[in-house]
């Protein structure tokens, strides 16, 4: 090991005038561990996890979309294997079933309910802060790596996603990884890691489908750039990896196509039953393009014009907006600030010099991800951005020690002040958006990063003055996202679209705010969050707010409620927020449900979800999650009706038919309508399939 690799003390400190201010030029940093360090690291992670699992209950279900999948996975292990909504395996949910495999497992082991379905979640957020910990640590440290994890656990949309039951918390962990191992891969020159990596892709895959890939540019090109072996070996170990994405991802899709579509569930989210159209359309290019056939509505604008949408405007500072700059943006341009600096004083470093690697692979992660997101014109929720959470983290954490450890230059000095100003300035302008919560806490942030500037600016003469700017620096820096953070703990969240933190102006309409099990008191209109104005969703109708109205276009906004707790005799759901069941309803489809595929089918998987976690029996969701996939067809529904498989139809629901996608669905209740005799319980209108008129 060259005897110029330096041990990265707690506090750093300058290095003595004239030495180069990157002095690793090994591929492996090997440091000294202090005593402290393991409990450090241990509290740490600890904390990490007394956060995500804190008040956790509070969510009930949370995405009752993905939790009745969870439900039928328990029941059945067809729809283990294809991640089917129901039991009855008539439809698959719209992403591949990955980050359900781990939650059904759970619930095999610990029955159902809601911890089992959301403390896997906030164990992976565990796990992706030791990843990042230790990747930072073996680097630059135990200071970078604990500021590091600091900063990624006290992430607004990480508190909330590694709370929740969407895919989004999987991916990122496996991502994590991939960058991890690919790391490792670098560091020792053996093809295992960059195998490993390629697996972790693969698997990412099948969390969340192509967003897994946004990563393999910078992972091969980081490789390509930094390994230690000859060229062509390089080419070939990269060749080798991504046989490793593509048989970890694409087994389970050689199954899904190759099956009989007749053998298996329907594909969700697509409007062929195909697993590459999805993949390719609904949860791929349309993405980008705005052009997703059965979503909801069109886009949110071109990237050129940035048009408006329901999705929001599009363009570069997409991310710094609305109520999607509380997610994740406090930090972003002291990040980049901070790393251009960084790069600067790695400048003249040898090419395999691991702190610049991971520096330049942070930064290239966290830009290629900002981009995509910014510009993509399809569906695009502000909780997506917990994708950029990681590599902000790591960025964050091992950029500020470059600079930090290198304060004896007036440059550097000055870049810290800045960074520490614009990022008070950013929080001022965030935390204002929030309109009358804490209205003092933007004027401490500012008190406190401000005595971190003048701090910065003071060469460092001693071991106090070290520590008091670094923590001014910290806490000034990381004060707003933690009452963010601690205020998303606090409160429940459900349904299909949730937002960290208080209610804020500016909101793209219903989907501002957090879900709420029964609705907003005072009738808030939207998907059970609290958006201002109440306006619900576009065309759509307000909530009452005695059962939490869900404000969809063609669907039943006074009858709109949450999975669990709502108030009043239930009703049948939206497109975004679950149905509520009462216990008419409940005792009427569990009678003798034994006895059928489905005990009730109902149109939209949001409301099925409902009846189905309410009553423990397979509900089919007629159209899968918009109601516009044609699943099933007429002819397939009246054939199930025939043959005594399902026993009720539940009225309500999305009609299907969006954004050129089918009206199956509308067609299904037209003709249960025709030919059964309707009764209301509790409000609800339900259809006697086995009487038939």
């Known amino acids: 090991m060259n005897a110029s690799v330096a041990v990265a003390p707690a506090l750093p400190t300058h290095p003595p005038t004239g030495s180069h201010p990157v002095v690793a030029n ?24 007394i956060l995500y699992v804190w008040n956790l209950a509070s969510s009930g279900w949370a995405n009752a979309f993905y939790s009745a999948a969870v439900q039928a996975g328990t029941q059945n ?56 910990l230790f990747t930072v640590r073996r680097r630059f440290g135990a200071a970078a790596a604990l500021v590091s994890t600091g900063v990624f656990a006290l992430t607004p949309v990480a508190a909330l996603m590694f709370r929740f039951n969407n895919p989004d918390a999987l991916l990122l962990l496996l991502l994590t ?98 697993f590459l159209e999805l993949t390719f359309g609904y949860n791929g290019l349309g993405r980008l393009t705005g052009n997703e056939t059965g979503s909801v509505t069109g886009g949110g604008g071109t990237a050129a014009a940035g048009g408006g949408g329901m999705w929001g405007s599009t363009g570069l500072f997409r991310l710094f907006e609305n109520e999607i700059g509380g997610q994740i943006s406090w930090l972003i341009p002291a990040a980049l600030i901070l790393c251009a600096g960084a790069l600067v004083l790695i400048g003249r470093a040898p090419r395999r010099d691991p702190r610049r690697i991971l520096i330049v692979v942070f930064a290239s992660w966290l830009v290629v991800t900002m981009l995509a997101f910014s510009f993509m014109a399809g569906i695009f929720h ?24 290198h304060r004896g230059r007036l440059w550097v000095r000055i870049l810290l002040a800045v960074s520490a100003v614009v990022t008070a300035a950013w929080a001022w302008v965030l935390l204002d958006r ?51 953070t ?127 976690l309410g009553t423990g029996a397979a509900v089919m969701p007629i159209g899968g999650f918009n109601g516009s996939d044609p699943s099933p067809t007429l002819a397939q529904f009246q054939a199930y009706v025939a043959s005594g498989r399902i026993h009720y139809f539940i009225a309500g629901g999305r009609m299907g038919g969006s954004n050129g996608g089918s009206d199956v669905s509308a067609q299904i209740q037209q003709w249960v309508e025709a030919n059964f005799t309707a009764k209301t319980v509790d409000g609800v209108t339900v259809y006697n399939l086995t009487a038939q008129n």
Do not use: C
């Open 486 to 612: 601690i205020e998303t703990v606090g409160a429940a969240h459900s349904g299909s679209i949730v937002t960290a933190g208080p209610t804020v102006q500016g909101g793209m309409g219903g989907f501002g705010g957090r879900g709420f099990t029964g609705g907003a008191p005072g009738g808030n209109g939207g998907f059970g969050g609290r958006a201002p104005g109440g306006n619900g969703f576009p065309g759509g109708q307000t909530g009452t707010g005695t059962q939490g109205g869900t404000g969809m276009p063609g669907g039943t906004g006074a009858q709109g409620g949450a999975v669990a707790g709502g108030r009043g005799a239930g009703g049948a759901g939206g497109l975004l927020e679950a149905s509520t069941v009462s216990s008419a309803m409940k005792t009427l489809l569990t009678a003798d449900a034994s006895s059928y595929t489905w005990a009730a089918a109902a149109i939209g998987s949001q409301t099925a979800a409902g009846y189905q």
């Open 26 to 49: 090994s591929a492996v940093l090997a440091t000294r561990r202090s005593r402290w360090e393991a409990p450090a690291y241990a509290g740490a992670l600890l904390l990490t996890g």
């Open 177 to 274: 990884a991939s960058v991890a191992m690919t790391l490792r891969a670098i560091d020792r020159n053996r093809l295992r890691w960059l195998l490993l990596a390629g697996v972790a892709v693969g698997f990412g895959f099948l969390t969340k489908q192509l967003q897994a890939f946004l990563v393999l540019p910078v992972l091969a090109g980081l490789y390509a750039a930094f390994a230690g072996v000859p060229i062509l070996k390089r080419l070939w170990h990269l060749l080798a990896a991504l046989g490793a994405v593509i048989v970890s991802a694409g087994w389970w899709v050689a199954v899904v196509e190759l099956v009989p579509a007749s053998a298996r569930p329907y594909i969700g989210g697509s409007q062929t039953n195909s």
């Open 77 to 132: 292990w067809v729809a283990f294997f294809y991640g089917s909504s129901d039991a009855g395996n008539s439809i698959t949910v719209d992403k591949p079933p990955a980050s359900l495999w781990v939650m059904e497992l759970s619930a095999r082991i610990f029955g159902l309910s809601s911890w089992s379905i959301l403390v896997p979640e906030a164990l992976m957020g565990v796990a992706t802060a030791a990843i990042i």
């Open 434 to 484: 929030a309109v009358s919560w804490l209205p003092w806490l933007k004027v401490v942030v500012l008190i406190v990063s401000a005595a971190g500037a003048l701090l910065a600016l003071i060469p460092p003469r001693s071991r106090v003055l070290t520590a008091a700017t670094l923590s001014a620096l910290l806490v000034g820096a990381l004060l707003a996202p933690a009452a963010y």
């Open 382 to 405: 502000a909780y997506y951005t917990v994708a950029l959470a990681a590599p902000l983290a790591g960025l964050v954490g091992a950029s500020g020690a470059v600079l930090f450890r």
